[in-house]
């Protein structure tokens, strides 16, 4: 294993895993739904923030009682969901499996910091091999802390002594990169593989792509 230079800024790389690791497409569980009928019902039901519930520790049986009864024509819309939630995890994120590879042959060390309920999350160690290269993940839904709140980033910091100057945070969303910022951590909106192998080499960590 490579050390990570002296001249480079960090030591420690914190990832999310939803569109970072693997890509997820929740609708996926719904197939006899089209996408347009998918998104209608999502919207009513604001499956957004019930996803969010669940990956702050709420379950999705009780979630489903709720959409039952204020929207009993959606009954079973959550339990399916719930249900079928491996097959909404559709494969790696490109690049991302050898990229996590090569910084962990240079020695960074790599965390994992996700929103995810603790329910479904046991399908994503399935689904992406790349997880199992990270020392240890912090799943929101074991602690009842989504990001951004500070606290579950802080939380992370204080269990794995991690210096904030010293460490990158990924993430697909912009609020979650810069609640991390605020806490000194260098942040990285994901975009793709290569925009974060540049954001690398940038903070003094060159792996070069490969051939």
Known sequence: MDAVSSESEIDT??????QVLVDWEPQRAHPH?????????AAEIDFHALNLRADAGETWASLEEEVAAAWPQHAGFL???????????TGPVPG????????????????GLTNWSS????????????????????VSGDLGLVKPD????????????????RALFVDDRLANVEA???????????????????????LGVVIDPPA
Do not use: C, K, N
């Not at 790389?13 to 939803?18: A, C, R, T, Y």
């Not at 160690?125 to 912090?138: D, F």
């Open 33 to 41: 739904l089209s996408a347009q009928a998918w998104h209608a019902v």
């Open 79 to 89: 339990a399916r969901y719930a249900e079928a939630f491996a097959t909404t995890l």
């Open 96 to 111: 991302m499996p050898e990229l996590v590879g090569e910084m962990r042959a240079r020695g960074l060390r790599l965390l």
């Open 180 to 202: 991390a910022r605020a806490l000194g951590l260098h942040g990285h909106v994901f975009t793709d593989a290569a925009s974060l192998r540049r954001e690398l080499a940038g």
């Open 13 to 18: 790389v914190v990832l999310d895993l939803g």
């Open 150 to 165: 500070p606290a579950i980033y802080q939380h992370l910091l204080d269990r794995f002594d991690v210096a904030p100057a």
């Open 119 to 138: 329910e479904t999350f046991p399908h994503g160690r399935v689904a992406v091999p790349a997880m199992h290269e990270l020392e240890a993940i912090v």
